[in-house]
């Protein structure tokens, strides 16, 4: 299990994780310290506990808005492939009334070629 330390707020944390995400956690840890930074620059400091709960829950909205783009891309694919499915299945009607009308232009040519040959 790996350990970093990160800087929040110009204060350290002992934080444990899994091995190999350590490098994720400090980009997260980051994130939530530019939240906190700014905050503190626009409120002042207000206490370490009221600043990381201002961090929170604008990371959490963040997240909120990150989630519903998520859910509207995926209607919009669903939407995407309901609409390729359907262009499919179209051009394989017109494939086949396309070799219908092919197997038919045929025949007829046949015909003509057999009553040129007994003429």
Do not use: F, P, W
């Not at 944390?13 to 956690?25: I, K, N, P, R, T």
């Not at 808005?65 to 017109?94: C, F």
């Amino acid at each position: 299990m790996g350990q970093v330390t990160v800087l929040i707020n110009e204060k350290a944390y002992m934080v444990s994780c899994g091995d190999g995400e350590e490098a994720h956690l400090k980009d997260l840890a980051a994130h939530v310290n530019l939240h906190v930074t700014d905050l503190a620059q626009q409120v002042g400091q207000v206490g370490e506990t009221r600043l990381l709960l201002m961090a929170a829950l604008l990371v959490a909205d963040e997240l909120s808005e990150a989630l519903a783009k998520v859910k509207m891309l995926e209607a919009d694919i669903e939407q995407l492939t309901q609409t390729r499915i359907a262009a499919l299945e179209r051009s394989r009607e017109a494939e086949d009334l396309l070799a219908d009308v092919l197997d038919s232009a045929a025949r007829r040519i046949e015909d003509v070629a057999r009553r040129v040959e007994t003429a």
